[in-house]
């Protein structure tokens, strides 16, 4: 299994892959914490400063600066394993306040992030090596979609962070539903969002691949909960 910092520039099979994608874009100096087991029959080779191998069954657990010392670039990461049978997830924050995680994002060329409010930060990484142009379209509760849609080049391997505030700042978020990210090839994406419901806090959510089942019950989820907040706020 390598690891990889990539700077800027029932349980399906996509539970158990071989390669992990971690799409939040973080400085190794901060706090950020990754962990990876190794669910397959076989040991996993691992390589980073130098060859180790992750066992059968065994876990691996570090924060960003211990699996990259000398990381001083903001990037992301991603593992590579040798064998498939890899489940690895991340946590984030100020580990004292707030924080949140999600587990490795699957990568699509089509997804949905289903919460946006006015502190949404979008993570969007390029896993190619090539480059790809990724179409950024922001659509209400209403599914009418609320400002033109916005494209970035990300080059191969690179990455683009941004607020949705800042991202689209003659917007009204606060009648925001949901962002679709549109791609000319696969990629990976999650959202962190700010100050939702209690502040400080974090909400991490991944991206969803628009063909997915999942997709559709998750923005009614989304729905259900503004009706709910609307109607009983804290």
């Not at 211990?66 to 997830?89: D, H, K, R, T, Y």
């Not at 003659?170 to 969002?193: D, E, K, M, N």
Request: glycine share 10%.
């Amino acid at each position: 299994m390598g690891l990889r910092l990539n700077r800027k520039g029932d349980e399906d099979a996509k539970s158990f892959r071989k390669n992990l994608d971690w799409p939040h874009y973080f400085c190794t100096g901060g706090h950020h914490f990754q962990a990876l087991r190794n669910s397959s029959g076989n040991p996993a080779a691992l390589w980073l400063v130098s060859d180790q191998v992750l066992p059968v069954g065994g876990r691996l657990a570090r924060l960003g600066s211990e699996f990259f010392p000398n990381g001083s670039i903001p990037g992301w990461m991603q593992a590579a394993s040798s064998v498939a049978g890899l489940q690895g997830f991340w946590l984030g924050g100020d580990f004292v306040n707030y924080g949140d995680g999600a587990e490795a994002a699957s990568a699509a060329p089509d997804q949905i992030l289903p919460l946006v409010t006015s502190q949404t930060e979008v993570n969007i990484t390029n896993i190619n090596t090539g480059s790809i142009t990724v179409s950024i379209r922001l659509f209400g509760n209403d599914g009418i979609e609320l400002a033109s849609a916005i494209t970035r080049t990300i080059a191969g391997r690179g990455a683009f962070q941004e607020q949705v505030s800042a991202l689209l700042p003659a917007v009204s978020l606060s009648q925001a539903g949901y962002i679709r990210l549109t791609s000319t090839g696969a990629f990976a994406a999650t959202s962190v969002v700010s100050g939702f419901l209690a502040s400080p806090s974090w909400a991490v959510i991944n991206g969803i691949d628009a063909s997915s089942r999942a997709t559709q019950s998750r923005t009614s989820s989304r729905k259900l909960l503004d009706q709910s907040f609307t109607k009983n706020p804290i």
